[in-house]
């Protein structure tokens, strides 16, 4: 499947706190998280995203506390896939189990800038840069988180364990 | 028990929660869980997945604990709505371990003072400073919610077996030198991702000589530096603490001769001065002598939370306290992170010190760590704390700033109305 919409850069060590502000915890609903998305990077931070668009970062993205409420923030605002230069453990983990894909592309995030429209394929890790014309190749996801994406997440995976 | 291969304490604690052999780092495991942990925050969502997972009953109502600990007392209405519905399962799934009032204190603080984690456990919470227990020997970690429904469900979870970064410390503190010290300099030196997807493992004369609580404030800090676990060797010490506080436990726990490192840190404590972690990352440590050049004047001064709120902190924030007064321009917020903690501190004459010194004693909670409540910065406000993060906004407002330290550093600042050297009041 592939996914097309605009970059939007965020700097590296991007912690949860900026992804989404402590405040904003009082809720677990996706909608209103999805309208505070960033705000502890830039207030209306958010408003700046289209549909479908892909959220670009440094290092180490996502770093800090275990909320989940980060990725489905993300989700959300309406954001579709998360590429980095890497990821922090719990973020990475707690992604994959709100179905939110992340793709991990090391030192060729730099090839990337604020604004370019990109074609993303999820399966393939493919990135097309439309402005450049190069494809950018992400590292596979490993076998064991493959596996609970194909249950259709950890929700589905845990389900299955508990009826087996 | 002997393997065929040498491990590393984090292989070690994981191996004995497993039936599947642990061979070397990578691997994916599945382990059995002896404690499951989550929060006011991080708890609905994950009831709201336990719920979608089907699942009718918790593995173990004596092993999942609740602990509605960051803005107890609820600050908001929204705030009491997630707390009652977290009570309503807990009281639903008959869960044992349910706090929540007076008997609530900050989560990782409580814990191990009810003995309900300990050497060899394996702990899985939805909360990233779960990593704390790691000071008594256990494998802790954090997760989010719906990895911690999972666990909640199964009683197991699974884990990619970490590479270790094994940081060997040697050598006498100098006054005023603590384990505060040694964890944010060691982030210092790894930067804030160089641990990523790795334990710390902590050896050496000075980690020997620290007590257990000041193990647990270095553990409490290994997410700062990206890692999954903060392990420390359990010895007489954490046995002791561990019987004290009617946790089973009765083995020693050591790494094997010739464990498989990834990496090798060495540092000399002996030559440290206190060490303060600028905004806004926690890797930004600079020594406290050379910021003390630059006047850096608070507004704010916070003792507590999970990484600075025992005892031990207080009394270290009482006896550069004691007998003097919180400058008129900081407001010096002291947080006793148990129930117990403030009953002790009490008994000790320590709320005293606080209260004549003009602070602000409050209750149990994590309040102000996270910007929470009782204690928010307003815009380019400044603030001294013994927390664990200083993220942009972390603690209020996003052009407020917040400095890590020592509670001795913390109350000195309070003092002074800027980061000063305790020894120069
Ligand atoms: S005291 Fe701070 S770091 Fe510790 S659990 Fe509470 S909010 Fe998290």
């Known amino acids: 499947m592939k996914l097309t919409g605009a970059a939007h850069l965020v700097g590296e060590h991007i912690d949860t706190d900026a992804i989404i502000p402590a ?41 800090g506390s275990s909320r989940e409420h980060a990725p489905v923030a993300i989700l959300g605002a309406g954001v579709s896939v998360v590429i980095a230069h890497s990821y922090a453990r719990i973020f990475y983990r707690n992604s994959f189990n709100m179905g939110l894909p992340l793709l991990e592309v090391g030192d060729d995030i730099s090839r990337i800038q604020d604004g370019d429209p990109l074609e993303v394929d999820i399966v393939t890790g493919q990135i ?16 064991f988180m493959q596996e609970i994406l194909n249950a259709g997440g950890l929700v589905n995976y845990v389900k299955q364990r508990l009826t087996a | 028990m002997r393997h065929a291969v ?12 497993s039936d599947e052999v642990i061979k070397e780092a990578g691997q994916i495991v599945r382990c059995r869980v002896s404690l499951v942990l989550a929060n006011d925050i991080t708890a609905p969502l994950a009831i709201k997945s336990f719920r979608k997972m089907g699942a009718a009953t918790v593995f173990d109502k004596t092993k999942v604990a609740l602990v509605m600990d960051h803005f107890t007392p609820n600050k908001d209405i929204a705030s009491a709505e997630q707390v009652r519905g977290v009570r309503e399962f807990a009281q639903e799934q008959d869960i044992l371990h349910y706090y929540e009032g007076g008997d609530c204190g900050v989560e990782h603080a409580l814990l191990p003072e009810l003995g309900l984690v300990g050497p060899g456990d394996v702990v899985v919470g939805a909360d990233s400073h779960t990593c704390t227990y790691g000071g008594l020997c256990a494998f802790a970690t954090g997760m989010g919610s719906t990895d911690i429904a999972g666990a909640m469900a199964l009683g197991e979870t699974w884990f990619k077996v970490p590479q270790t970064i094994y940081v060997q410390i040697d050598g006498e503190l100098a006054p005023y030198v603590g384990a505060k010290d040694l964890i944010l300099h060691t982030i210092g030196k790894t930067g804030v991702d160089g641990a990523r997807y790795k334990a710390l493992e902590f050896g050496g004369g000075t980690v020997a000589a620290l007590s257990v609580e000041g193990r647990m404030t270095m553990a409490n800090m290994a997410i ?199 020894a120069s009041l």
């Open chain 2, 6 to 17: 040498a491990h590393t304490l984090a292989m070690k604690l994981l191996q004995a929660a």
């Open chain 2, 224 to 422: 700062e530096a990206g890692g999954k676990a903060g392990l420390f060797p359990a010895d007489a010490k954490t046995l002791a603490y561990a019987k004290a506080h009617g946790h089973a436990a009765t083995q020693e726990i050591w790494p094997d001769a010739g464990a498989p490192y990834d990496e090798i840190i060495t540092i000399d404590a002996g030559s440290l001065s206190p060490q303060v972690a600028c905004p806004h990352l926690p890797d930004n440590v600079r020594g406290v002598d050379e910021l003390a050049a630059e006047h850096i004047v608070v507004n704010q001064s916070v003792i507590g939370s999970c990484t600075n709120g025992r005892i031990e902190d207080l009394r270290e924030a009482a006896a550069i306290l004691k007998g003097r007064k919180v400058k008129k321009t900081v407001r010096c917020v002291v947080l006793p992170a148990t129930p117990n903690i403030w009953t002790q501190a009490l008994r000790e004459g320590l709320l005293e010190t606080f209260m004549e010194a003009g602070c602000i004693v409050g209750p149990p909670t994590c309040g102000p760590c996270l910007g929470g409540h009782m204690g928010i910065l307003a815009k380019g406000e400044r603030a001294i704390a013994t927390t664990n993060r200083n993220f942009k906004g972390r603690m209020g407002h996003l052009e407020s700033e917040v400095y890590l330290s020592s509670p001795s550093l913390a109350a000195a600042a309070a003092v002074a109305g800027e980061i000063v050297h305790p």
């Open chain 1, 128 to 143: 097309l840069n439309k402005r450049t014309g190069e494809t950018i190749t992400a590292q596979p996801v490993p076998p």
């Open chain 1, 23 to 63: 405040p904003y915890l009082v809720t677990t609903d996706p909608a209103e998280l999805g309208k505070h998305c960033m705000e502890g990077l830039e207030p209306g931070w958010n408003t700046r995203l289209a549909k479908g668009d892909f959220i670009v970062a440094g290092r180490n993205f996502g770093c």
